[in-house]
């Protein structure tokens, strides 16, 4: 470890909110109705072993490394890339995979806030029983005027933004740290509550069946390679890795802290809030006679129709929604906060002005985003080839494209081959704690493994 990290640089108070923070950041809007779908589709357990094994692979170690490189460097990702660089011998250019990092958090956040405000529009309608006797028409034709009133969405995208801004402004401890503190354990709390509602209520058992029966016929129907991939895709992406919030978090982070174990807790808590999240769902589809497979439709077109159908559809809705929400902020704030470290140390402004910088121009940015269901709904940034068709990419579309499927590969491909190859390998093996076993197979993943899975995540998301 350096010894001229800076005195200065804000730090986690206490390892539970540190962990707390990132538990928040992986267990994202993905988290919620993602994963427990993919699970569902691709052969219950038996993608889960081919996720678990996955995140072992690729997110485990690309997490560690986000975070050792932060850590060690106490600053923005940027700055932080560039003194793990000279600190190896290496060139400083190594600095651009923090550059990207925040570019791609910036891109993210845009749209990501955009969602953020549908789950709380549907929050708000939940709790007035909007969707009350409503069938699949009904509830759609609700998504699809929101989409296609502008300033609907606009409220509900600044006020999701301005949710965001206000605790990161608060800093590291009294912002991100004390909202993760309360924002997580109610989020357990609704999720825990609408399992146990559907346990009681619902038809659980086929939730369960969905979930978690061992389906190698269903895996091999999808397609063994491709359910192989989404299981990697999603290892790399639900960690939040790629887009420097590790590397933002790492740098808050004290030397007594257990880099392996930690990161071992932060997956375990994802998979079981992912998990869970399925049995808030599906039990509610089984016994309302819907479809699971209605994705991405599934949590604004029909989950409503459920709700307005079942006994206290009000109550169990309206905390879905709220479940919803927290999800997507502790998410955010995680998004947001490399964008502001970065202007705190590279600017003479302070962390609430560099606060409102960033997620002024997020937010505009996300604007834009959300014109492209509407106004700009004609406009094509790009165009694709997906399946033998061309597809045009709006400016959702293409922010989601550029950031999520190219620059989020690149820059972890980018992270871990900087760890692998080019950094102390004796510095790191004693930094980790580990037994010479558990190093050999660590340089075996780090150096081979790892990388190889990342390219074929790229060139899938890529080309496929």
Request: aromatic share 12%; charged share 10%.
């Amino acid at each position: 470890m350096s010894a001229s990290h800076k005195s200065s640089h804000s730090q986690w108070s206490s390892k539970i909110g540190f962990l707390m923070a990132a538990v928040g950041s992986a267990v994202g809007l993905g988290s919620i109705w993602k994963f427990p779908y993919m699970t569902g589709d691709s052969g219950g357990s038996a993608f889960v072993i081919v996720f678990i094994i996955s995140i072992a692979l690729i997110g485990f170690p690309v997490l560690v490394t986000e975070w050792l490189i932060g850590r060690r460097g106490q600053s923005n990702p940027a700055a932080s890339f560039r003194k793990a660089a000279i600190a190896n011998n290496t060139s400083p250019a190594w600095s651009i995979l923090g550059y990207s990092g925040i570019l791609a958090a910036f891109m993210i956040l845009s749209f990501y806030s955009v969602i953020g405000g549908w789950s709380l529009n549907y929050t708000a309608k939940a709790g007035m029983n909007a969707f009350a006797g409503l069938n699949g028409d009904a509830t759609g034709a609700i998504f699809t005027d929101m989409l296609a009133s502008p300033m609907e969405m606009t409220i509900w995208h600044t006020i999701f933004m301005g949710l965001t801004a206000f605790i990161i402004a608060n800093g590291v401890s009294s912002g991100i740290e004390k909202a993760s503190k309360i924002l997580m354990p109610a989020l357990a709390i609704i999720l825990l509550f609408i399992v146990g509602y559907n346990a009681v209520n619902m038809e659980f058992a086929k939730g369960v069946a969905f979930l978690f029966k061992f389906d190698l016929a269903r895996m091999q129907e999808v397609g063994v390679g491709k359910v192989l991939m989404a299981a990697l895709g999603h290892a790399f992406f639900c960690l939040s890795l790629g887009m420097a919030i590790m590397v933002s978090y790492g740098s808050y982070l004290k030397e007594d802290v257990d880099l392996l174990s930690t990161a071992r807790t932060v997956i375990i808590w994802d998979i079981i809030f992912s998990l869970a999240a399925g049995l808030a769902i599906f039990p509610i589809l089984f016994s309302n006679n819907l479809d699971p497979a209605a994705v991405p439709g599934l949590v604004f077109v029909t989950l409503p129709i459920a709700f307005g159908q079942m006994g206290f559809g009000v109550v169990v809705g309206t905390l879905f929604f709220l479940l919803l929400t927290f999800a997507a902020l502790t998410s955010s704030i995680s998004i947001l906060e490399p964008i502001v470290e970065f202007l705190e140390e590279r600017t003479p402004m302070s962390r609430k002005v560099c606060t409102i910088v960033g997620a002024l121009a997020t937010w505009a940015v996300g604007i834009l985003a959300l014109l492209s269901f509407n106004e700009l709904k004609d406009f094509a940034v790009f165009t694709i080839v997906k399946g033998g068709k061309e597809i045009p990419q709006g400016i959702f579309d293409a922010l989601d494209y550029i950031s999520s499927k190219i620059m989020l590969p690149i820059t972890g491909l980018g992270t871990i081959i900087l760890m692998g190859w080019f950094m102390n390998q004796q510095a790191i093996k004693d930094e980790l704690g580990m037994s010479d076993t558990a190093w050999s197979i660590w340089q075996i993943i780090v150096k081979f493994i790892a990388p190889i899975g990342i390219v074929a995540v790229f060139l899938t998301e890529l080309l496929g």
